[in-house]
Structure formats: C-alpha cells, structure tokens
Nanobody, 119 residues
Framework: QVQLLDSGGGLVQAGGSLRLSCAAS????????MGWFRQAPGKEREFVAS????????YYGDSVKGRFTISGDNAKNTVSLKMNSLKPEDTAVYYC????????????WGQGTQVTVSS
C-alpha cells in the first residue's frame, strides 16, 4: 500500500515563503513522476508542479511559474515544493501526488496540507 505523507503548510504573509515536503512509502515500484496540486474552497483542483524522474524534467502551472520550484529525490521517493513570493490567491490545500506511468493520471495522493497566505 503506497502512502504519501505531505507536510509543511502553514500561515504566511503575502510575499513570504514556505516549503512543502512529501515522502512516498510502501511502493514496490518506481514512480514515473511526483507532483503537487492544490484546491481552494469552491474551486476545482489545480495543477501546481510536477517532476518526472526520467531526466528530472519539471513542469509548472502558469499561475506559479517563476515563484515555485519543485525538486526531489527519485531514490528516496521524496519531493519538495519551495514557494516564494506567496500571494493570497495561493491559499489552498496542497496535495502531493504520484504516478506510476506516463500520462495525465496520478495513482496516489497525500492527505493534503493547508497553506494560508494573508494579505
């Protein structure tokens, strides 16, 4: 049973920074990629960033490009998200996710960690 444990959320003022972390355990196979999504109240889930272990390619949602950086360690199945220049509109529950195969779907999800940015 694969489990993702995400952590690092909190309350920060606009312009501040936070780092989210996620560790996957219980996996018997290599993941294709890991990533972060977020969901604000009343809004749909939004893609934030992902890292593909093959070549360590990274991808970002348009709203976070230039402010957020994803990094990770394939051997340890861990991923982090450094968030800089935070804005109130970044307030959401952030979810770590992992995918076994290439494609749009993710197979495993963390429980979520709350990020609140005050103005």
């Amino acid at each position: 049973q694969v489990q993702l444990l995400d952590s690092g959320g909190g309350l920060v003022q606009a312009g501040g920074s936070l780092r989210l972390s996620c560790a996957a355990s219980g996996s018997r196979y290599r993941m294709d990629r890991m990533g972060w999504f977020r969901q604000a109240p009343g809004k749909e889930r939004e893609f934030v960033a992902s890292i593909r272990w093959s070549g360590y390619s990274t991808y970002y949602g348009d709203s976070v490009k230039g402010r957020f950086t994803i990094s990770g360690d394939n051997a340890k199945n861990t991923v982090s998200l450094k968030m800089n220049s935070l804005k109130p509109e970044d307030t959401a529950v952030y979810y770590c996710a992992a995918a076994r195969r290439p494609g749009p779907e993710y197979d495993h999800w963390g429980q979520g960690t709350q990020v609140t940015v005050s103005s």
